[in-house]
């Protein structure tokens, strides 16, 4: 990006849009600037409260002209907080929010600034659902363009698998619309790797018929039988039908959890969920695999519509928490990975941060392994990587309130990471805590990483978009970025 004079005082940006613009000093500033991680707390020159693609292309041509940095903001739930940067302009989406659902043809149409809640009230009562996260205050846009995934992507996959186009604005201030026959190398680049490249103003999916209802089956398991429920784990969850989420969680019972015996409050537990769509009087047949032969010290079933589901963690994710997280893929759970997991997992410095949710039952988890599809994703028409299997997700999360909890709960995130990190595979770069550099990029897109590096020296040759979760604006052959 050019670094002309800055000589021109940001005020006169509100001159050059249509829209509402927001200063340090006003009255809705600090609520605006306001992120879901509250460890990032940054203070943007200006807050443009953009209305559509054409206000994003003023905002960006002023600010380049006269070398504001820029950073886009949607939900503002990126754990690296790119969403906001000291001293730059913020281009927030959050007024682009309408919404159009065509039953007949399956198209959903988002605006850029939608959260995922918002979509999936829009589609209730329609039967059809957009896969895609499990908290619904995160925004469409982040989740989208890092790939998106949630508790339909054993059946239906990646969030980007159901992308038809796409509106964006480019660096120069162009406004275009990507999908596979226009603009096809920057439709693929954006679909995983989309924080680099523009700013995503509409999205059009093509929606799912959703199976039913969502029947959530959890359990809690004494810290004796953690081991066992892991090697079941191993054994059966990847083998469950595709309308079967399983989630394991590794943490320490509250001691005031008075719906578990007392004996077992204050100690270490393993939580075991399942999420199964479809008819419920087929759901206890449908995950008995992984439950029969153990008896659980608590257990609850219940029955919930789609877009019930999707808002049951967001007191547990809510705003105002900390956070830093990292993330691997694991391939095989051998006995050696499972120790690993129980003893860091026991280390864990934080504390209970008390919550509502049912799915996680009211704690904030430290350790969790979400069951994949156990075959390799094929090579898709995206950033995502392809050839990988991603048999586990597991994620390690560092959670707290206050500044002077935060050094022991990151330490431990970390080396816990480091432990993992001869049998992890990659990560997924929606749950990137620190925005990387070309080697955490090349990790990440693996053999996909040159194609989407073409594709930032075409749209972006200044890296306007130097904001995103890894930086893709490494030098190279440009050869085959022509499409």
Known sequence: MPQTSTTVPVTELADAVTCPVLFPGSAEYDLARRLWNAD?????????????????????????????????????????????????????????????????????????????????????GT????????????GVAGLTLGGGFGYLARVHGATVDHLESI??????????EVNADSHPDLFRAMKGAGHNYGVATRFT????????????????????????????????????????????????????????????????????????????ADEPAATAAIFEGFEPIYLDVRTMPHVTLQHQTDDEFRYGLRHYWKHTFIEELTDEVIDTLIEHADRYPGRTLNSSAYISHQVMCPFEIIAGPGTAREQGDDALPSGRVLNYSANIGADWEYPSEKAALVAWAREFSDALSPVGAGTYINFT?????????????????????????????????????????DPGDDAGAGE
């Open 167 to 176: 509106e964006v604005v480019v660096a120069d201030g162009a406004i275009l």
């Open 433 to 473: 805590s620190v925005q990387g550099d070309d080697a955490v990029a090349r990790a990440v897109y693996g053999e996909k990483y040159e194609a989407l590096a073409a594709a930032k020296r075409r749209y972006d040759p200044e890296n306007v978009f130097r904001r995103g979760l890894v930086d893709l604006s």
């Open 127 to 138: 039967g059809l659902v957009v896969p895609a996260g499990v908290v619904s205050h995160t």
């Open 40 to 124: 990032i707390d940054r203070r943007p020159a200006a807050i443009v409260r953009v209305r559509d693609a054409h206000d994003v292309s003023a905002t960006l041509r002023w600010s380049t002209a006269n070398g504001f940095p820029v950073t886009v903001r949607s939900g503002g739930h990126n754990l690296a907080g790119t969403a906001a940067m000291d001293g730059a302009v913020q281009i927030d989406t959050r007024l682009i929010d309408r919404i159009e659902v065509d039953e007949e043809s399956g198209l959903i149409s988002v605006g850029g600034g939608c959260n995922w809640g918002q979509v999936d009230r829009a589609c209730e």
């Open 205 to 280: 999916f093509r929606a799912q018929k959703l199976a039913g209802l969502a029947t959530v089956r959890l359990a809690l398991f004494a810290a004796a039988d953690r081991r066992a429920i892991l090697q079941r784990f191993s054994e059966r969850a990847i083998g469950m039908p595709a309308e079967v989420g399983t989630y394991l969680r590794l943490y320490r019972a509250p001691e005031f959890w008075t719906q578990i015996p007392k004996e077992h409050r204050g100690e270490p537990l393993v939580s075991v969920a399942t999420i199964r769509y479809g008819d419920p």
